[in-house]
């Protein structure tokens, strides 16, 4: 056997696991492009008002990725910060799992570019694509893969240039849609803090949100997915806080994923918890698919509006159309 692949089977054979009760996340990390279009920026490509914007989406600013700033670059940013965050190394990362719709051709895969940019040489990567629920999926992958014993440390990221794939001339999807990565390093824990995933999908709707290959350019029916999120998708939450064993008047935040703000404001109204933090990350950061939920988590911890240990609802929906809602305990 090659020497390199040898070496790569030993560090493979003597990170072998056991299962565990449950998953943590360890740390956090994000990445945000430097680039910001304003308002007047975004309207005046779209045909629209600065007002016309803040109104139905809630946008005021969203960052735009430069050439350099890739999919893979920005996912290699945010999964270092978050192995800094908990003192984690290369070597306990023994999975990258990349939640990304946004990647600019199907091959290679993204992860294993970011695992080999990070040198994790031994890891195994792979993208998992749920669009705007990606990251949700990722995490419920990641806590079953380590509580079965899998893999001792997963890496699970959200990163996204949806403006790759959005027309500024679209009014419906220019305005809104954005670029950035979060991430969170997922290892096992004496205790569940990562708690059972309430998921499913809506297929016969998927028409509704797409990118045709003839145009390569994102179509949204904006009212039609307003309404699905809005009226179909309470009962997901309810789901989520009762396999966790909480009630909604337990959580100390909320973070859906950050498509609009009319669609956060509706679903926060109808989770019954009066002290309740939700976050709005996309008034500053847009929506950027699978990347919102942790980057707006990782906005939260920075503020310091959500504290270690505190029980937070995390809630991913959007194309597929998709959805996954899990509570986890605040790294």
């Not at 299962?19 to 990445?31: D, K, M, N, T, W």
């Not at 499913?200 to 039609?224: C, N, V, W």
């Not at 959500?306 to 998709?322: N, Q």
Request: charged share 15%; with cysteine; aromatic share 4%.
């Amino acid at each position: 056997m090659d020497e390199k692949y040898a070496s790569q089977a030993a560090a493979v054979a003597a990170s072998g696991s056991s299962p565990s009760a449950g998953s943590r996340i360890g740390g956090l990390g994000a990445y945000r492009p430097v680039t910001v279009v304003t308002n007047e920026e975004a309207a005046t490509a779209a045909g629209v008002s600065p007002e016309w914007i803040s109104k139905r989406v809630g946008v005021e600013e969203r960052p735009h990725a430069t050439d350099a700033e890739t999919v893979v670059m920005m996912a290699v940013a945010a999964g270092k910060e978050a192995l800094a965050d908990c003192g984690a190394s290369v070597d306990d990362v023994d999975v990258v799992l990349l939640a990304t719709c946004s990647m600019p051709s199907p091959m290679p895969n993204g992860a294993a570019s970011v695992a080999a940019a990070m040198g994790c040489t031994a890891s195994a990567g792979f993208d998992l694509n749920a669009a705007c629920a990606g990251f949700c999926h990722g995490l419920a992958v990641a806590d079953a893969l380590v509580r079965a014993g899998t893999a001792r440390g997963v890496l699970v990221i959200g990163s996204e240039r949806m403006t790759d794939w959005v027309s500024p001339e679209d009014r419906n999807t220019g305005p809104i849609f954005a670029d950035g990565a979060a991430a969170t390093y997922v290892a096992p824990s004496a205790e569940p803090t990562i708690f059972p995933v309430a998921w499913g999908s809506d297929g016969a709707q998927a028409a509704l949100i797409k990118i045709p290959g003839e145009t390569g350019r994102m179509e949204m029916a904006g009212k039609a997915v307003f309404r699905w999120a809005t009226s179909q998708l309470a009962d997901v939450i309810q789901a989520a806080c009762e396999r966790a064993d909480l009630k909604p008047a337990d959580l100390q935040a909320f973070v859906p994923h950050q498509a609009n703000l009319r669609i956060i404001e509706a679903l926060s109204q109808g989770v019954d918890a009066p002290d309740l933090v939700t976050a709005t990350d996309v008034v500053s950061a847009g929506n950027t698919s699978a990347a919102s939920v942790p980057l707006a988590l990782h906005s939260l911890r920075l503020r310091g509006d959500v504290s270690r240990g505190e029980p937070v609802l995390l809630f991913g929906f959007g194309a597929g159309l998709s959805y996954a809602a899990q509570v986890v305990l605040c790294p």
